[in-house]
C-alpha cells in the first residue's frame, strides 16, 4: 500500500487552469495524479539532463560517448 501525505499548495490561475485542462485532456482520475504526472515529468527531464551532462563531459572519450548515446537513445553531438 502506498503512503500518502497531504499538502496545501498555491497556483496562480494561469497555472491552476493548465493543470485542470491536462487532467481532463489526459483522462486522469484526479488532480493529485496531475500532480504526480507532472513531478514525474520533471524528475524525468532532469535524469535526461544529467545523462546530457555526462555526455557532454566524456564526448571527448569514444568509448564513453558511445556508452552515453545509448543510455540517452540519441546521438551525441559536440557543442561548437
Do not use: K, N, V
Amino acid at each position: 500500500m502506498t503512503h500518502s501525505t497531504r499538502r496545501h499548495i498555491a497556483f496562480d490561475t494561469q497555472t491552476l487552469q493548465f493543470l485542470e485542462q491536462y487532467q481532463e485532456r489526459h483522462g486522469l482520475p484526479s488532480f493529485s495524479a496531475t500532480i504526480e504526472a507532472a513531478a514525474a515529468a520533471l524528475q524525468e527531464r532532469e535524469l535526461r539532463e544529467g545523462y546530457e551532462r555526462f555526455a557532454r563531459d566524456y564526448a571527448g572519450d569514444e568509448q564513453a560517448r558511445q556508452e552515453a548515446e545509448a543510455w540517452l537513445g540519441l546521438p551525441m553531438q559536440e557543442q561548437g
